[in-house]
């Protein structure tokens, strides 16, 4: 006669194990067969094993111990009928023949508004990034005691009793890229959120002035999206309401019990797997809002980790002078970002040296290549080398190198390589009914937050700070409207309001700084005017006309420059510039001047302030799909909501 074991209260309930020859698990670590989520369970906590053809449940060492019908024990001979606790959830054992009987008892007793704890809100988050683990700590200090985050990532590893990110000898490349966090965000975490990432002063720089963005005269902070990830990750370690589940999360897999959750997080980036896995509940991406003439507008960039050794206000300058490169640095240390033309992004591929075969790991994974000491890049997932760097007279490389002089970085100090795609869409929702309530189950709600809702074009440097102002959205709307009841649509009008708006404004950014007009009203894409710069006729005329390049370039400079000194001092003098500049190529002038400044009064202007939503008795509403409109409409709108 088979035996099983049925969940009666918990995550567990309603579910059921039949019970073979193969010992059965029960604990906190991911990989026991039925994993309890109460904080008074163990990793391995108990274990039920066949024994001269009986079961017995065994206690393994656990701290708060393992009770059959009340009573704890370190090992009991299971009998049909027995009920098993182990911290908050109990199960009971019976034969498989009586589990019809069970099952029917079950959902003939009294229905409920909400899970077995109506005190608890239960949340998974996919992905443990920044947003992932922000909004993890954002919701653990908002709902203190009612609520339990589980949260997955597969480039963390168990170390000891704690959960670390991989590093490279586990196969995972930490990011080394820096991001700008403007005050509006940073001041929205939480205290201790706020001490970790900034007392240490060495942690972040001012690099940015003060601007429109900025509150209460605070500036922006320049950190490294890795030292995030870290100091964050060691927060929520300590949080006994957060489990860290080192690996990835698959919502096909039974063992995630997704039905008995409130909530359900996708914060794993632009491209979630799980986001697609729900796709036809958040309706399809609209690409072609963001077109131009037709076709849908996308940037290659060419990410290098490099050493600058400029100081920052000379670094500031020449980035906003114009719109090939952008140096994202700490303290000269980041990534110099590389905006490529198309044919430039064809040549982004690696090559295989065994089988002599090429590659696009760096181009559609993408992958990082590590420089070797025999100075090539290689990437230590697939093998393959970077195969410009090979060709070391490739007109790719070559511009590479320009690059790296205009912003004083030695080619020794190009360590690694990359790229990535940057994509505009237009998402048609950011929540989700995914799972109706029952009367075993609460009732899943879905979000998208960070990349995986939008995808934001690195240029205006707002990625990261849409994905914290995302968090802190749903973080505020949760709170609000946790009662122990099964949550609805109303719940969360506010939070997609916030989140049309972070779209909204964000993607007008990302399309100025992707496109540009003419004095005679003809909008291009940037990139292509980069490619025209580069054509034979172009290097022609820049051999010809190196000085008026190099003088358009100075008088720019000089404009920003009286723009910028008042915040920002320490600039370079004109002579300073000149002697910099001087040592470029002159085709490499050509595409300087040509590819224009960053037009900052357009991409600059106030973060998109989601506190409008949450003040005290403010109206919330959703405006009605509309048809896509103008980009001058667009832009009469971005001024009027600005």
Known sequence: MSSVIVGRTGPFAGQSAVLGGAPLRFGRKSDNDVIIVSANASRLHAEILTED????????????????????????????GDSIRIGDETFLFETQEALETVLVSQLESPRTDGPADPGELRVTVTGGGPVGLAFALLLEKALPGKVSVTVYEGRWIKDGARVVWKDETHGNVRRKQVVTVQSRQYLALTDEMQSVLFDDEASCSEMWPVGPDSVDGRAPRNI??????DKLLELANTKPAIRLVPERFDPTEPKHRLSQENVLVICEGGRSRTREHFGDRFGTADASIYSLDGEHLQDVVLGLRVKSRLTDPMSVLLTVSQNRFLLNSLRGEGFLNMRLTRDEARDVIGIDPVRHVFEECIAARPCVMSRHEDNEFV?????????????????????????????????????????????????????????????????????????????????????????????????????????????????????????????YRHKSRAWNAMVTTDEQGSTRAIKDIIALSMTEDGAAEAAAERSDDLDILLDRMRAIRERLVARLPGMPSDEELRSHLSALAPSTLRTLQESGAWDTLIVGGEEADIDIFYEPNAPAFVAPPVEPVSHEVAEARVLYLA
């Open 224 to 229: 490294r999206i890795a030292y995030i990830e």
């Open 379 to 503: 990437c230590p997932t697939h093998g393959t080398l970077f195969l410009p760097a090979l060709l070391r007279s490739s007109p790719l490389w070559k511009r590479i190198k320009e690059g790296l002089k205009l912003f004083g970085v030695p080619e020794d100090d190009l360590t690694a390589i990359t790229s990535f795609r940057l994509d505009m869409v237009q998402r048609p929702r950011f929540t989700a009914q995914l799972t109706r309530p029952t009367p075993t189950s609460p009732g899943t709600y879905g979000f998208l937050l960070g990349d995986a809702a939008n995808a934001i074009h690195f240029w205006p440097g707002r990625g990261l700070n849409s994905g914290l102002a995302s968090a802190v959205s749903l973080a505020r709307s949760l709170s609000r409207a946790w009662r122990g009841r099964p949550l609805r649509d109303a719940d969360f009008t506010r939070h997609e309001a916030a989140m049309s708006m972070l779209q």
């Open 53 to 80: 053809g009986a079961y017995v449940l065994h206690d393994r060492n656990s701290r708060n111990g393992t009770f059959v019908n009340d009573r704890r024990i370190t090992r009991h001979v299971l009998v049909p």
